[in-house]
C-alpha cells in the first residue's frame, strides 16, 4: 500500500499546485491553523475534509491570499499567495467562498461579464461561458436579478463566476451545499472531466465526505491540522473500511485511544482548548502521504474528534466502533 501511495505522489515540488508546510494562523489568541501540512499535486481534486470549525475555510483563505497566515510557508502554483504580478489571487485562480460575494442589484449575466472583465476575457468568450455556464449549473434565464434568486441558485452563480475564465487552480469552498443530486453528480463529473487535461487543479470542501470519493486525494483536517492525506482509497485501505466516512471515523477513535491512553478526558476540551493545544513538530504530519506516518506513529490528539466528527456525517449517522 506504500507503493500504491508513492506512485500516487508528486515527484517534485513542480508538480505541485499548492503546498502548505508548518502553515499557523490565529484570529487574536485563537490558534485556528496549527502546524498544518497540505500537498494539492497539479492536475489532481483534493478533497477538503473535516468537522465544522475546524478551519478549513481559513485555509482557503490563506491560499488564495485574501488572508495572511501567521506562520509557515504556503506556495500556489510555485509562488506564495499575493506574490507581486503572479495573479493568486486572479485570474490564474477561481475562488467560490463560502459566504456569497456577489452584488444583488446584478443580473445573472452582469455578474459573469463583471468577473469576464475582471480576468480579461473577450466578450465573445465571456458570452459562450456564459451560455455554457447557465445551461450547465441549470441557472434561470440570464437576465434574472441576483437578488431574486434562491440560496442554491446565488451559490450556483458563485460557482459559475469561479469557474468562468477556465483557471489553473479552482478553490471551491463547499460548491454543492443546497445543490440537487443530479446537479452536484453534474458537477463532480465536471471537475473530474477538467482536472484530466493535466492543467488544472482543484481544492474542494465539503461536508459530504462520500462524494470526496471521487477526488483524487483527501485530506482530513481536525483543530486547524491535517490527520490524514492519500487517495480515498489508501485511506479507506489503512483503515480497513468500507467507505470514508468509516475510515475517518476508525482514525478519529484511534485518536480518541491514543489520547485516553495519554489521560486526556474522554469528551475532550471544547474546540479552542483543544486548538490551542501545543504540537511537537513531528505532530504535524498528516498519518498518510508525504510523511513517513504510520498507524503505529498516530500523533497525540486531544479527544474531542469524535463528537466533531459526527458532525460531518450526513443524515447525522455513526458507526459502530
Ligand atoms: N474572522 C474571524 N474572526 C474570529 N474567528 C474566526 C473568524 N473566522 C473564523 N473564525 C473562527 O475560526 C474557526 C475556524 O473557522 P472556519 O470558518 O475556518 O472553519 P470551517 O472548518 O471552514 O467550518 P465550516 O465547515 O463550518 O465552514 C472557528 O472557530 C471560527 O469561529
Redesign the pocket.
Given at each position: 500500500m506504500k507503493a500504491d501511495l508513492e506512485a500516487s505522489l508528486p515527484s517534485g515540488p513542480e508538480d505541485l499546485a499548492i503546498q502548505c508546510r508548518d502553515v499557523g494562523r490565529s484570529?487574536?489568541k485563537?490558534k485556528?491553523l496549527n502546524n498544518l501540512n497540505l500537498t494539492v499535486p497539479q492536475g489532481q481534486i483534493y478533497g477538503l475534509l473535516?468537522?465544522?470549525?475546524?478551519?478549513?475555510?481559513?485555509?482557503?483563505?490563506c491560499i488564495v491570499g485574501t488572508l495572511k497566515i501567521s506562520r509557515g510557508h504556503i506556495s500556489v502554483l510555485g509562488k506564495p499567495p499575493a506574490f507581486p504580478g503572479h495573479h493568486v489571487p486572479g485570474r490564474m485562480v477561481g475562488y467560490m467562498p463560502?459566504e456569497l460575494a456577489l452584488y444583488s442589484e446584478f443580473t445573472i449575466s452582469d455578474t459573469l461579464t463583471f468577473f469576464g472583465r475582471i480576468h480579461g476575457l473577450t466578450s465573445k468568450e465571456t458570452k459562450a461561458r456564459t451560455d455554457f455556464l447557465i445551461d450547465f449549473l441549470d441557472l434561470p434565464q440570464k437576465h434574472s436579478l441576483v437578488r431574486n434568486l434562491s440560496g442554491g441558485q446565488k451559490r450556483r452563480v458563485s460557482l459559475g463566476a469561479a469557474l468562468l475564465q477556465n483557471p489553473e487552480l479552482l478553490i471551491l469552498?463547499?460548491p454543492t451545499v443546497g445543490v440537487d443530486p443530479v446537479l452536484r453528480a453534474k458537477i463532480w463529473q465536471h471537475l473530474v472531466e477538467i482536472v484530466k487535461t493535466g492543467k488544472v487543479s482543484v481544492i474542494i470542501?465539503t461536508?459530504y465526505i462520500e462524494e470526496a470519493r471521487q477526488a483524487n486525494m483527501v485530506g482530513l483536517?481536525r483543530n486547524?491540522r491535517l490527520l490524514a492525506e492519500g487517495t480515498p482509497d489508501a485511506v479507506m485501505k489503512m483503515h480497513n473500511a468500507a467507505t470514508l466516512e468509516h475510515a475517518f471515523l476508525r482514525l478519529c477513535e484511534t485518536s480518541d485511544q491514543l489520547g485516553s491512553k495519554r489521560g486526556d478526558s474522554p469528551e475532550g476540551g471544547p474546540?479552542?482548548n483543544s486548538?490551542s493545544f501545543e504540537s511537537r513538530p513531528d505532530e504535524s504530519l498528516p498519518i498518510l502521504a508525504v510523511g513517513p506516518g504510520t498507524p503505529e506513529e498516530l500523533p497525540k490528539y486531544s479527544a474531542d474528534w469524535k463528537v466533531r466528527a459526527r458532525h460531518?456525517m450526513p443524515n447525522g449517522e455513526t458507526s459502530p466502533p
Open positions: 484570529y487574536g485563537m485556528v473535516g468537522p465544522s470549525g475546524c478551519g478549513k475555510t481559513t485555509l482557503l483563505k463560502q469552498d463547499e470542501t461536508h483536517m486547524g474546540l479552542e486548538q460531518v
